[in-house]
């Protein structure tokens, strides 16, 4: 058995949140190792947030030229997807090539290692022959990976995820999307625009049915206006591949046939390559469970994906700044209250964070560590027109036994809503605690839902009295003024 190398930190999995946990901690001046098998910075800056909003910023742009006509002349548009794959591959991902995010984490002061680590009792985790002891804790930050659902002929066959749709350099004539959740949604809207003759299958009734049903309607309508059908309440009971390309067979008895089938049916932690048992784990959840410093157990803490709080890259970063804080505040107590970078205060670096946390009340209490709040998780689908949520939907919020009140208004109602023509392609609608007078969730839904979810985001979690929103002064003409026209009909 290979002798332990005793370092302060072993962060494994370097996605969003554990390359940001090992950098920073880096940075603090502990000795860190980061391991990752596959790609430093994981599936958000290459099969993710950051190449598919390249793909959604060309989507729109064909569209809006073909809006031209009626409001400013006329235009002719013509797609060509070579520039959008061009740029994906040179701009964000380096043909995906993780070299610049290795040399960031080097850079900080950090170790990398190369491979598919795993717990390998307390404190310790192997590498290959490689096993690293560490003396203040370890981060799993491994992430997810699609989930699949085990439908009879799926296996085997050339089907899309996420990553395979990224990647992808010509275009598929016909596309079956399995899953109308927000990134079969994301990715369908991009390629229809694109000429490909989409058809989307969704088990639930409805399409983003986590989201309000009034978000559902007008993404399904807006999908629907650029030719993707869309077909809900289909179990898929049977795919068959042959050289035609896919047939989902339904349990109703429904087919569908397209060149190509792109799986989005959610994700799933492998939680069972970890090693868990031999820190006394559960591996047999769907997710790591964790407490609100996002302790797994003693020595070891969780970020990310892997934590079940949502497969958001701003969670994952939430997440990384509570773990630094804690893990930090856990080195100085056991070192007798040293600050392990050699001062009271890092700038942009992870103590002065700790710190700052502590100050504003976040945590809870002077001097103490921030917990994890998500009561105002905010959320966006980047469909268009975008659809932002935060906090609880009306359906969430009764089914917590809140006294729920409701503010609703068409986007198109605002001025600047009829100016931009945005009817029926937009809304405001708020979910409020009649009895504490805050709102607990919000949904934005229009031309620039994700940006004006903003506003809204603060209101839920800083529980803004009702009494101060109404009395807020709202910039004509914006979107975002329809918010004083919910909040009216929120008092009715």
């Not at 869309?230 to 989902?248: E, Q, S």
Request: proline letters at 4%; glycine letters at 14%.
């Amino acid at each position: 058995m290979a002798e332990p190398e005793v370092v302060d930190v072993v962060v494994l999995g370097l996605g969003v949140g554990g390359e940001e946990v090992a950098g920073r901690l880096a940075e603090a001046g502990l000795t860190v190792v980061g391991v990752e098998r596959n790609l430093v910075g994981g599936e958000c800056p290459y099969w993710g947030c950051i190449p598919s909003k390249m793909m959604i910023r060309a989507a729109n742009a064909l569209a809006e030229a073909r809006r031209v006509d009626g409001l400013a002349g006329t235009a002719q548009v013509r797609p060509d997807w070579a520039p959008v794959a061009q740029r994906i591959r040179q701009e964000a991902t380096d043909d995906w090539d993780d070299r610049a995010a290795v040399e960031r984490l080097t850079g900080k002061g950090g170790r990398f290692v190369r491979g598919s680590g795993r717990l390998d009792g307390p404190g310790r985790v192997r590498v290959g022959d490689r096993v690293f002891q560490a003396r203040h804790g370890i981060v799993l930050g491994t992430g997810t990976a699609p989930s699949v659902p085990p439908i009879e002929g799926l296996a085997g066959t050339p089907y899309w995820t996420n990553r395979e749709a990224i990647e992808v350099e010509e275009l598929p004539e016909s596309l079956l999307v399995l899953g109308g959740g927000a990134i079969g949604l994301e990715l369908s809207q991009v390629f229809a625009r694109f000429g490909v003759r989409v058809t989307v299958v969704e088990a639930f009734d409805r399409v983003l049915a986590v989201e309000e049903p009034e978000a559902s309607a007008v993404a399904a309508t807006a999908l629907r206006a650029d030719g993707v059908e869309i077909h809900t309440g289909v179990r898929a009971a049977r795919v068959a591949h042959g050289p035609d390309g896919f047939t989902l067979h339904g349990a109703d008895g429904a087919e569908f046939t397209a060149e190509r089938l792109l799986v989005v049916t959610g994700r799933r932690a492998h939680l069972d390559e970890l090693g868990l048992d031999t820190v006394g784990v559960d591996a047999s959840r769907r997710y790591l469970a964790v407490d609100d410093r996002l302790h797994v157990t003693d020595g070891i803490w969780a970020v990310g994906d892997v934590t079940g709080e949502g497969a958001f890259t701003h969670i994952a970063m939430y997440q990384a700044s509570i773990v630094v804080a804690d893990l930090l505040d856990h080195v100085r107590r056991a070192d007798g209250g040293a600050d392990p970078s050699g001062t009271s205060s890092v700038v942009g670096g992870a103590v002065g964070v700790a710190s700052s946390l502590a100050a504003t009340g976040s945590s809870g209490g002077a001097g103490s560590v921030p917990r994890a709040d998500y009561r105002a998780l905010p959320r966006v689908t980047f469909t268009d027109p975008e659809i932002g949520a935060v906090g609880l939907t009306e359906q969430q919020a009764r089914e917590r036994g809140i006294n729920v009140q409701v503010g609703f208004t068409e986007l198109a109602s605002s001025t600047r809503g009829w100016i931009h023509r945005t009817e029926g392609a937009g809304f405001i609608k708020l979910v409020a605690d009649a009895d504490q007078g805050v709102l607990v969730g919000a949904t934005s839904a229009g031309p620039a839902g994700g940006e004006v979810l903003s506003g809204l985001a603060v209101a839920v979690h800083a529980a803004v009295p009702l009494a101060q929103l109404r009395h807020m002064i709202y910039a004509y003409p914006t979107f975002h003024r329809a918010v004083s026209e919910a909040l009216r009909d929120l008092g009715s």
